[in-house]
């Protein structure tokens, strides 16, 4: 699943006229920098939220088979579910067993293809080294658990495979993940991994030009 549904309020006046994922960084939208990596890692059936402007992303993307991907959407047509509720609205086009969900606002060079396909638990988090943007971090790792004491954190990636387990007793409607991946933190349900390579949250315009010059002298290699 690819988060889409966010309205973008750091990156206007861009994404007051197309959908957040669908700004563009290097001359692609950055939904389709993903949708690549995901195919690459053997992922192609893919669901894709949507709420502000979302019908663009359609137009755009169509059912995935020009991307070589297949694509459904989940529409939050009374306005966005936050992480949580947008997941928890989607569960019936995810399947019975685990499934992934990347942010659709972020820029990585991770592997997909190294997912587990299985969980020990109830969630498993990709982390990565804390951005000058978010220096405290989110979570820590004791081995492969995700802990949430420990002073060495590191940043939670927009990357996770969850268990359709972990939303059972929820309610539909607005609501974030935090509290639900916290809880499971607690009974020791939650692996994860610490990611040293490439990955930005594209949240602002700043980070976004900055991500465009790192691409640029890329390209001119």
């Known amino acids: 699943m690819i988060l889409a549904a966010g309205r973008g309020e750091r990156l206007r006046p ?46 755009r993307l169509g059912d995935g088979t020009k991307l070589g991907v297949r694509i459904r959407y ?22 019975a067993g685990p499934f992934a969900v990347v942010n659709g606002d972020i820029w990585t060079d991770y592997p997909f293809a190294r997912l587990p396909r299985r969980l020990t638990g109830l969630a498993h988090l990709v982390l990565v080294d804390n951005p000058p943007h978010h220096e405290g971090g989110d979570f820590a790792l004791d081995g492969a658990r995700i802990t949430a004491g420990g002073t060495a954190k590191l940043t939670f990636s927009g990357i996770g495979v969850y268990s359709p387990e972990l939303f059972r007793g929820c309610k539909p409607g607005k609501f974030p993940l935090s509290p ?31 991500l465009q010059v790192r691409l640029a002298s890329k390209s001119s290699c």
């Open 14 to 59: 861009l994404t007051d006229s197309v959908p957040k994922p669908l700004v563009e960084v290097g001359g692609r939208a950055l939904i389709l920098y993903l949708i690549d990596a995901l195919k690459a890692g053997g992922l192609q059936d893919l669901v894709i939220n949507y709420a502000h402007l979302g019908e663009q992303l359609q137009q």
């Open 74 to 95: 989940s529409p939050e047509t009374d306005g966005a579910l936050e992480t949580g509720g947008g997941i928890h609205h989607a569960l019936s086009l995810l399947g």
């Open 180 to 210: 639900l991946l916290n809880g499971a933190i607690r009974r020791n349900l939650v692996s994860g991994e610490h990611y040293g390579g490439q990955w930005v949250d594209v949240g602002t315009e700043d980070r976004r030009q900055a």
